[in-house]
T-cell receptor, first 116, second 112 residues
Framework: AQSVSQHNHHVILSEAASLELGCNYSYGGTVNLFWYVQYPGQHLQLLLKYFSGDPLVKGIKGFEAEFIKSKFSFNLRKPSVQWSDTAEYFCAVRGPTSGGSYIPTFGRGTSLIVHP | KAGVTQTPRYLIKTRGQQVTLSCSPISGHRSVSWYQQTPGQGLQFLFEYFSETQRNKGNFPGRFSGRQFSNSRSEMNVSTLELGDSALYLC???????????FGPGTRLTVT
């Protein structure tokens, strides 16, 4: 079955520290990749996405992610986090299932707390 | 542009009852997806509608159903509610099926 794994469930950092959140997926075929963020009390919103082309994609608020096809990974990075980055981060993959559907699967999420 | 709206925001139901949740997508979006979010299972895909047709379906029992109207608004229905159906139900809309999704605030359903 298709799955998305986020390795870090809880991450605590100090401001200015660097961030890398891991995401691995198991899908055959072409996939669309996404990172979503949910700030406290707000809706889920898109951080960045990868459909094709340059595997290094840049998103909002200084976030970037690199798609490594051979490793089935799409890790999220930010060189220097801020207190306002405190949020829940979700990796999502949309790809084909064995039944022919093309459904999105979300990881379980990573809770990031940034201390000022 | 107005965002995705969901009604009601909170709902309390009793086991065995049924419930209907509503979602209004962003204007111009033709795809609407529904998700169930729980602490134990995370975000799970329920189904997706595009131009009034169900295009994809997740692994949920038949008690969960939905529909989409000609104006792209969507409803989700859960019949014979169980305690385990207590969750946050999220709706997301997009232009096309594979595009980025814009999420609504969710409907918090509590089944007692």
């Amino acid at each position: 079955a298709q799955s998305v794994s986020q390795h870090n469930h809880h991450v605590i950092l100090s401001e200015a520290a660097s961030l890398e959140l891991g995401c691995n997926y198991s899908y055959g075929g072409t996939v669309n990749l996404f990172w979503y963020v949910q700030y406290p009390g707000q809706h889920l919103q898109l951080l960045l996405k990868y459909f094709s082309g340059d595997p290094l994609v840049k998103g909002i608020k200084g976030f970037e992610a690199e798609f490594i096809k051979s490793k089935f990974s799409f890790n999220l990075r930010k060189p220097s986090v801020q207190w306002s980055d405190t949020a829940e981060y979700f990796c999502a993959v949309r790809g084909p299932t064995s039944g022919g559907s093309y459904i999105p699967t979300f990881g379980r999420g990573t809770s990031l707390i940034v201390h000022p | 542009k107005a965002g995705v709206t969901q009604t009601p925001r909170y709902l309390i139901k009793t086991r065995g009852q049924q419930v209907t949740l509503s979602c209004s997508p962003i204007s111009g979006h033709r795809s609407v997806s529904w998700y169930q979010q729980t602490p134990g299972q995370g975000l799970q895909f329920l189904f997706e509608y595009f131009s009034e047709t169900q295009r994809n379906k997740g692994n949920f029992p038949g008690r969960f159903s939905g529909r989409q109207f000609s104006n792209s608004r969507s409803e989700m229905n859960v019949s014979t509610l169980e305690l385990g159906d207590s969750a946050l139900y999220l709706c997301a809309s997009s232009h096309g099926q594979s595009d980025e999704q814009y999420f609504g605030p969710g409907t918090r359903l509590t089944v007692t």
